[in-house]
């Protein structure tokens, strides 16, 4: 019996061994078959930490997409090799990725697999989405009553995220485990100034914008391409212009209704931009579409934003962006953060707000904002969280890591490297979050039918709270950080009348 199992012992040795040997010299073997042929390859690789995409753009591997349990590579043997040398699980999906687009598509318990299954070959499971391979150029149109969540997956690798001092600080205090740094790294007691900022959102106003959007004259829907979502950018560009903001059309296609952009100037720093942002477009295409929660409420954050913010003074600049074409893939947000990107804007963070008007079933109790970042955006998830509490908005926030969320606006922002966050009452799935709205892209999608509002208000105070922190107000301020003795000390003025005397305008030398 003894000898027996030596004997089994050895054998199965064997067998391992073989085995392995086997598979190297065939991930070895096709690596040279591969290189003798042509091309690159969609590769999925297995991550191993929040740090892998810095590790892998540092290393010149070209990553298109992250999500929270994998990297998706268009690479070639060199990349595949590195990828092994380092002890990365990495599979080929496609070796010929420029024949074919890929759609990311987020599926719901109500989502239509036959029209999935139709689109294309499905080549990837993962969580609540899945990978499918279509033809190039592949309209989103064929999924618009599908019920799911689509984006493209780019074939252009990500930017190195942009570094800034908040975040920095972030990073600092996470490395060091020291209590003291990490309270360093917040931002202290809340400033008066923003609280009186924050004091200043009214729910009427509110109220206002949102029925004046849902009603969506004369069309019934807010499509990109109808006259519906023309006339609310319209309507957008008009209010800032009431609020004496610099105001422009940004046409990125001339079948679809321009994105909205509007600026406020930094008095200090106008090189820093802080943006607020929601898309204005809807579904269904075919009217009855009020879209009052997907995303009316977005837009909505954005005017009361700068209805309240517009008449305070800011060292740093913001701008109010209401983008189109969300519905056909992010259409109007690619635009603007590649033209961003191109033009050399230095933008520190950006609050998109999606479907954050819904208020319905009560879970969780007490319900509350889902707030998703990737790892540069950790900072700006966990400042939107802290701005809640100091000034005293009445959101509950669930912020977390969640790069796997590609089918907002805040997304083309990650894929250029800057940071953003997205908030959202139900993350449908994503990342472990659930959560679900039922009236989705549907005619049902009404005011009424978003429940309570409170939460809807505190959701755009916290936003409101949170750009305001980031951008500094101010009323007087220096010029400079320091001054030499004897130097002559320059001021600047932020408020015209310095509300000493409401009743009288005032100057000051």
């Not at 209010?239 to 903001?245: A, P, T």
């Not at 001339?254 to 942002?277: C, F, R, W």
């Not at 929660?293 to 962006?321: H, I, P, R």
Request: hydrophobic share 35%.
């Amino acid at each position: 019996m003894q000898v027996r199992k030596v004997f089994t012992i050895i054998a199965i040795v064997f067998i391992f061994m073989a085995s392995l040997f086997s598979t190297s010299a065939f991930a070895a073997a096709e690596i040279q078959e591969r290189k003798d042929g042509s091309g690159l390859y969609l590769l999925r690789v297995e991550r191993q930490g929040m740090e892998d995409l810095s590790t892998f753009l540092a290393s010149g591997v070209p990553v298109v997409m992250e999500m929270r349990l994998s990297l998706f590579v268009e690479g070639n043997d060199e990349h595949l090799r590195w990828l092994n040398e380092n002890g990365y699980q990495t599979t080929i999906l496609h070796d010929d990725p420029a024949s074919s687009d890929y759609f990311v598509i987020g599926l719901r318990s109500d989502s239509d697999m036959d029209a999935i299954h139709a689109l294309g070959t499905i080549l990837h499971e993962e969580e609540n989405w899945i990978l499918v391979r279509v033809d190039r150029d592949t309209s989103f149109e064929t999924l618009e009553g599908a019920r799911v969540f689509v984006s493209r997956m780019p074939h252009e690798a990500m930017k190195t995220p942009r570094e800034n001092d908040r975040w920095n600080k972030w990073k600092s205090s996470r490395q060091s485990g020291d209590p003291a740094a990490s309270a360093e790294s917040s931002l202290g007691p809340a400033n008066p100034l923003v609280q009186k900022i924050v004091d200043q959102v009214k729910t009427a106003d509110i109220d206002k914008f949102w029925q004046d959007l849902t009603d969506n004259p004369p069309t019934g829907t807010r499509y990109s391409t109808h006259q519906g979502c023309r006339d609310a950018a319209a309507y957008c560009k008009n209010h800032y212009e009431s609020k004496k903001l610099p105001v422009i059309y940004q046409d990125w296609n001339p079948s679809h209704a321009p994105n909205v952009v509007a600026t406020q100037e930094g008095g200090l720093y106008p090189d820093q931009i802080y943006i607020t942002e929601g898309h204005l477009d809807d579904l269904p295409a075919t009217p009855p579409a009020p879209g009052a929660n997907d995303n009316a409420s977005g837009s909505v954050t954005v005017l009361e934003s700068s209805q309240v913010m517009s008449c305070w003074a800011f060292k740093s600049t913001v701008k109010y962006l209401n983008v189109t074409g969300e519905e056909q893939g992010l259409l109007g947000s690619n635009y603007y953060a590649d033209d961003a990107l191109a033009k050399g804007e230095n933008i520190l963070g950006v609050i998109n707000m999606d479907m954050n008007g819904w208020e319905g079933d009560g879970i969780p109790n007490p319900e509350n904002l889902d707030v998703n970042y990737n790892g540069p955006s950790q900072w700006l998830g966990e400042l939107f969280d802290e701005c809640s509490v100091k000034y005293n908005t009445g959101l509950v926030v669930d912020d977390f890591y969640c790069p796997s969320l590609t089918v907002s606006d805040h997304y083309p922002f990650w894929q250029n490297g800057y940071p953003a966050i997205c908030g959202i009452t139900d993350n449908e799935g994503y990342c472990g979050h659930g959560g679900n709205y039922p009236y989705y892209h549907q005619s049902t999608d009404t005011i009424a039918n978003c429940g309570d509002p409170s939460l809807f208000y505190a959701a755009i105070r916290t936003s409101i709270a949170t750009l305001s922190e980031m951008a500094e107000p101010f009323k007087i301020t220096m010029t400079k950080p320091y001054y030499a003795c004897g130097a002559d000390i320059g001021l600047l003025v932020g408020d015209r009348d310095l509300n000493a005397d409401p009743g009288m305008q005032e100057t000051v030398t």
